[in-house]
């Protein structure tokens, strides 16, 4: 498996829980409606909460303090497979319908994206 990894931060002018509606509410089942044609195989949404304990935690190992509002994780079954359904009338449709929803609510220049190999440890 193939995992896009995107580390999202919410356009200025989007409060936390416009931006976490709108991704959950719209974007998401956006994604779902189009998964098929681009080879979606699995999408998750990780919302960030504000947590005392997260705070703590991050502190205890001296992690940076982060302004990003989520994480979405989408694994393809290789990255063949992903540039063959993207080229497709329907991938095409849909990566262009999904890049104009983000931007919409995500600030993408502010944003990291990466693809990497999925090696599960535990589960």
Known sequence: MVVITFLLRRRPELTADDFHRYWREQ????????AQALGIRRYIQLHTIDSALGAAIAQ?????PTDYDGIAILWFDSEDALVASASTPGGVSGSAALLADERTFIDLPRCQLWISHDHTVIG
């Open 60 to 64: 205890s190992r001296d992690c940076e």
């Open 27 to 34: 974007h998401g089942p956006l994604v779902a409606r189009h």
